[in-house]
């Protein structure tokens, strides 16, 4: 529910009067009804239906009477309200009978007599919601374009192409579109039954210079009264008189603001006259809508730069941070193991040291042993063979042995000395080549025929 506060502001601005005292009692009179408090104050202030406007009235005066030009037409009708004469609530039928839905605040502005106010319609959603709704059943989108567009098909075959250029869509969507161009929307309500409609459609809206200046400054949408969205628009507008014109701009919600309505024929040069005043006045809340807009659409893409420059800042600060992450991991796992085989290593060279040790000290033993085995060295005589034995490095030793020792004692000799590494030769004598190897070793030095004396070296397997 609007305000107490928007309301008094609002009637305040239409009416022009700054006495809020006087201005709450006028509206309690009204039961708080908005639009039937400035209809009433608004007929109250207007010139009667019979007092004709001077030429000394001001232009505006005259542009606001809606009487019939000159013509024998008919009677002279009720002056026609100002700009912003009232908030107009539509239908649900023609709200849900397109997809261009206004919701949301626009940045437009109402006007009152004599100026132009400023004041944001989309802060207070006004309307009584008298708008004369119908109970018919929704029109369809589609039934809603296709109305307007077979009226812009048979204004055209009738008229030819030189009116307005009345946009083939429905009302909603038109006046969608007037909101986005930033113009107001201009209505055209046909009545096709009406003795006026052709002539002012033929030599008033297929006016060269109507239409061009239509074009140029409007967004135009006809609906002819027969069809379901211009009936309902003529009952929610109120159309009492045909042909009939309005000025509107979207407002909030179900609402349009009614700015100008023009009642019966008008010349050219007439409706140019209402046209030029009502688009001089609103030029500067337009202008004030557009570069509100313009200001807004700069924020946004200063927001969206600054959101974009953000998220690209966080991006590189996350793939920088992932980056340093992956390279500490990498180093970590480096780390882990280059620690892991320095380990290996160690373990090995220890367990080499280890098995070196141990290989060292059996054979150590074995040497001992063997030394052991062989007793003392005998001394000479008929019955001791004197053994020479030189090894790979150039190294000899001698020893002698009993005659009757094995050839095996020579190798227990050998191995006891410790100057090989192998353990894997064999004792071969030069003259005759004899090679002792394993099958050999039991003989004993008399029988192999190395007694006296024998010479023998090591041969590596």
Known sequence: MVDVADKLAYFQAITGLEDPDLCTEILQAHGW??????????????????????????????ARTDSASASASGPITAPAPGLAWRLVTLPISVISGSLGLISGAVGLGLWAAGG?????????????????????????VSAAASEAMDFVAAFER???????NFVGEGFMDALQRSRNAFKLLFVYLHSPDHPDSPVFCERTLCSEALAAFVNENFVAWGGSIRASEGFKMSNSLKASRFPFCAVVMPATNQRIALLQQVEGPKSPEEMLTILQRVLEESAPVLVAARLDAEERRNNMRLREEQDAAYRAALEADQARERQRREEQERLEREAAEAERKRKEEEEARERAAREAAEKEADRAR??????LSLGDEPEKGPNVTQVLVRFPTGERKERRFHSTAPIQA?????????????????????FPRVTYGTEKRSLTLKEAGLHPQASLFVELN
């Open 158 to 164: 009738e008229y030819g192409t030189r009116g307005p």
């Open 366 to 371: 074995m040497r001992q042993e063997k030394a």
């Open 410 to 430: 020579v190798y227990d000799y050998v191995d006891s000395l410790g100057c090989l590494e192998v353990e894997d030769y064999n004792l071969v004598s030069n």
């Open 116 to 140: 132009v106010l400023s004041y944001s319609l989309g802060m207070i959603g006004l309307g009584s919601g008298q708008g004369g709704e119908s109970s018919a059943g929704l029109v369809s």
């Open 33 to 62: 009804d908005l639009e039937l408090a400035i209809s009433s104050f608004t007929s109250s202030t207007q010139p009667s239906a019979s007092s004709t406007v001077s030429d000394s009235d001001p232009p505006d005066s005259r």
